[in-house]
Every structure is written in C-alpha cells, then in structure tokens.
C-alpha cells in the first residue's frame, strides 16, 4: 500500500479538505506504524458535511466547482450493515461521525456506540448512545445460529433446543425445547430481567 495519496490541484482552486492530502515523511513513517497523527475534529468534519439529526443522514457540502459530490448523501452500506463515509482517505463509520458531530466527541474504543432501536442504518442523534461491548451486545436483535433466533442453539446430540443467555460475560443454562421459537421464547423471558440495556 502506497505512503502518498495523490491529489489534483486545479488553476484558482483550492485543496479540498475532504480529501486526503501528500503526507510529510515522517507523517508517513507513523502511519505505516500504525501511529494515528491525524484525527478527524469536529471542525473539520463540518467543513466536509453536514448532519440532519432528524433523520441521521450526512451531505457533502460544496467547496469547490470541481465538487461532484456536493448535495449527495455521503457513505455507502457495509455488508455488516452498518453505514461508512470516507473523509480525507480514511473511514468513519456514519454513527460515530454523528457522535462527533453533535456532541464533539469520539469515544475510546472501550466504549461503543449503540443503536438504541437495533437499526444499523438509523443514525439519528437520538437513536444513539454509549455502551459498553457488553452493554451492545445486550441489544442484539438477530442470532447468528442455524434458526437466526436470539438464545435458540441446536443440540445435535440431543436432536433438540437448548435455550441460554450470556451474564457478566457467563453463559446461563435456560433449559430445552422441541423448537426453536420455544427456546427464543424462554430467552426473550429472561432477557427482561437481566438485561437492562436491551430494548427488545
């Protein structure tokens, strides 16, 4: 992977900052270690875009003639579900771009930001808020498993489902079922009661 990105200069424009610039030498030498000497601020994230928090999208702003982009909603869907926009050569997911946005604030990566409706494209101000891992995880709403239903795992040994959920990090035995809604039923029960960040 190149060092530099290349930029194009136009006769009477000027650089537009959304868009990375040529990188000093040293600049170059941390990113290739990993060092993060540019972090996106509130005020330059503003110069690039602007946030509706009613409805949680992001549009470029125009700066220059030689903007195509401006008016069009920024980012673009990850296969995970979550939304992505490229500012400056680098990726912000939408949710957090929203964070800094309105709040001036990107939280440290022991903390997260939660979709309180489980919405991954819904980006409204009001539809986030800080979680720990453990606290997200709370408001799963899909299960990964063969029935895609939260708490419902197949036995294979015993040709039937098992119900459980995980607390303080340990899972909890819920007992077993002939099905799978039977098993997600007794989860969901559970769930009420000992997870208080969800909001199923």
Known sequence: MS???????????????????????????LVYF???????TQEQLKSCLSYNPES????????????VRSGRTAGHLRSNGYIEIRIKGKSYLA??????????????SSR??????GNRMDN?????????????LQNQRTGRGRSKML?????QKRNKWVAQIKVNGKRKYLGMFETP????????????ELHEYSTI
Not at 34 to 40: C, D, E, R, T, V
Not at 56 to 67: A, D, Q, T
Not at 151 to 155: E, F, K, L, T, V
């Open 181 to 192: 809604e039977g098993a997600h039923s007794a989860y969901l029960k559970a769930k009420k």
């Open 112 to 117: 997260q930001i939660d979709h309180i409706n």
């Open 124 to 136: 409204r101000i009001s539809n986030l808020r800080l979680a720990t891992p453990s606290q997200n």
């Open 3 to 29: 060092w530099y990105a290349t930029t194009t200069h136009m006769s009477g424009m000027g650089h537009d900052p959304c868009k990375p610039k040529q990188p000093s030498k040293l600049q170059a030498f």
């Open 151 to 155: 708490g419902a795992i197949w036995d």
């Open 95 to 108: 949710h957090r771009l929203a964070f800094l946005y309105v709040l001036n604030e990107l939280p440290e």
């Open 34 to 40: 990993g060092a993060n000497f540019m972090a996106l």
């Open 56 to 67: 949680g999208e992001f549009i470029w702003i125009s700066r220059n003639k030689n903007n």
